[in-house]
T-cell receptor, first 114, second 113 residues
Framework: GESVGLHLPTLSVQEGDNSIINCAYS??????FIWYKQESGKGPQFIID?????DKRQGQRVTVLLNKTVKHLSLQIAATQPGDSAVYFC?????????????FGKGTKLSVKP | DSGVTQTPKHLITATGQRVTLRCSPR?????VYWYQQSLDQGLQFLIQ???????AKGNILERFSAQQFPDLHSELNLSSLELGDSALYFC????????????FGSGTRLTVV
């Protein structure tokens, strides 16, 4: 596989622990937020999304929290597994923008130790 | 398999040359997006097409162009290539012109030598 980023913040966790990945977004008017997982050599894969009128959404083993006051988004992964090792990107969508809808953050590399 | 097909997977070419990257969207999706991913820039939005028409433009260089054909597949043309154009190029598709539900392909790795 190929590395998608050598200068990313890295989070290292023990298998079975919970992981929290944070993201600061840029546009206070963004309507929609998405977390993507990117494994080496693959394209981004949708994990979970949340609309701007919500502050929490849960999926299978994942929870996304949105704090619009400080423009902060977080992804919580419960009982982290080796297969969760990847780069995680947050992305925001502003429906009224002419710049294009889906804007990505820088990414965080999650490394799970067995 | 995400349903979004990109070809070729790898491309090596010399500076000054021109290449074409191809994307077939997921069946039923009308919108195609192109992104560039380099080591120090993350995923940068380039351009979006919806049902054959350009919908939005991002940080796309004038040396780059794209189009979406009647069968909804899209091509990204990169010309007068420079070393700095080396990157992963991803295509994504969605049903609507805006909103969530983006599905990404596996990308084309372009290396300019």
């Amino acid at each position: 596989g190929e590395s998608v980023g050598l200068h990313l913040p890295t989070l290292s966790v023990q298998e079975g622990d919970n992981s929290i990945i944070n993201c600061a977004y840029s546009n206070s008017a963004s309507d929609y937020f998405i977390w993507y997982k990117q494994e080496s050599g693959k394209g981004p894969q949708f994990i979970i999304d949340i609309r701007s009128n919500m502050d929490k959404r849960q999926g299978q083993r994942v929870t996304v929290l949105l704090n619009k006051t400080v423009k902060h988004l977080s992804l919580q992964i419960a009982a982290t597994q080796p297969g969760d090792s990847a780069v995680y990107f947050c992305a925001e969508i502003f429906y009224g923008g002419s710049q294009g809808n889906l804007i990505f953050g820088k990414g965080t590399k999650l490394s799970v130790k067995p | 398999d995400s349903g979004v097909t990109q070809t070729p997977k790898h491309l090596i070419t010399a500076t000054g040359q021109r290449v074409t990257l191809r994307c077939s969207p997921r069946s039923g999706d009308l919108s195609v997006y192109w992104y560039q991913q380099s080591l120090d820039q993350g995923l940068q939005f380039l351009i979006q097409y919806y049902n054959g028409e350009e919908r939005a433009k991002g940080n796309i260089l004038e040396r780059f162009s794209a189009q979406q054909f009647p069968d909804l597949h899209s091509e990204l043309n990169l010309s007068s290539l420079e070393l700095g154009d080396s990157a992963l190029y991803f295509c994504a598709s969605s049903l609507q012109g805006t909103g969530g539900g983006y599905t990404f392909g596996s990308g084309t790795r372009l290396t300019v030598v």
